[in-house]
């Protein structure tokens, strides 16, 4: 028996409670994970309180984690009991102690970062090279704006976009978040709950608006980001914060040739080969310093109030839960 968070329907978070589980035999493509670390993401938020559907119950959850391999299945060849591994996508039930995984989807971490920080940010991060190379090609000096700025994927998108020369600019939900988003590499940021916040933005960017959203809002931005897109440009929904955009209207759209796309971190990396790629990338940009993380630590009994605090829009940066 191990101890995971584990749910037979939706559920608020303050309802969110451990329970002892039982494992499955291995098949024989996978490992048996002793888990470390679980990153406390808002994809898991979303799956707690039904926003994001799950096909299975019950169902634990938790899309990232790491520990140490204690046992494998009879096809595994490419690892060894005691070996470090952590993942990020493909999966889901990071909230045990131990997991059964398909060790396609397992990676070895680079030893000079720490567990933790490749924990926290893994998802984060993959989902951001993604957005900015398969959905996107952003080019030098293009206006890129990126709402929740200051969250789990919005803080790396906006580190990656500064160091690549582009014109970033954060949107975020409170004046406490301006400097924040700031100081992760935003040449401005808004408050887009201010009445004044589309007369600030066509102001800023000398009525240019953007090339470019990565919008994790969802339904309460829509209308803005219409309005903030220049003709020709793209708006790339990644998150539903404020909810999933219902009942979109194409002739809105269409009155300036804009694009819509929603893209899925588990899609867009479904082949092992551009995991691979964004993994490299990651480690790169953390030795280089184009990505500093920030990042909380919290114990894994700790998870149901993260949740909490990341619903109520209270975390800057990213959450990782030790075991």
Known sequence: MVLAYQVTEPVEAKKFKIKKITLPDLKPNEVRVKNHFAAVNHFDVHHRNGQYPLTNYPQTLGVSGSGEIIMLGSAVRNYKVGDKV????????????????????????????????????????????????????????????????????????????????????????????????????????????????????????GNKGAHVIYDALGEKFYKNAIRILQPTGILVNYGDTTGVIQNMNALELWKKSLFFVKP?????????????????????????????????????KDIPKAHMRIESGEVIGNIVARF
Do not use: M, W
Request: charged share 20%; glycine share 6%; hydrophobic share 40%.
């Open 86 to 205: 952590i993942y990020a996508t493909n999966f889901i039930g990071s909230y045990a102690e131990e997991v059964n995984i398909n060790a396609d989807i397992l990676f070895s971490p680079d030893k000079n970062i720490s567990l933790e920080t490749l924990t926290a940010i893994s998802l984060p991060c993959i989902f951001a090279h993604a957005l900015l190379t398969n959905v996107y090609s952003v080019k030098k000096n293009n206006n890129v704006f990126v709402t929740g700025a200051t969250g789990g994927v919005g803080n790396i998108l906006v580190q990656i976009l500064n160091s690549i020369g582009v014109n970033v600019y954060g949107v975020v939900g409170s004046d406490e978040k301006i400097a924040q988003a700031k100081g992760f590499g935003c040449k401005y940021a808004f408050n887009y709950k201010k009445e004044s916040f589309l007369k600030e933005v066509l102001q800023v960017t």
């Open 264 to 300: 899925h971190a588990s899609v867009t990396r479904s082949y092992k080969l551009d995991r691979i790629i964004s993994n490299d990338y990651i480690y790169n940009a953390l030795k280089d310093r184009k990505i500093i993380p920030k990042i909380e630590v919290i114990n894994f």
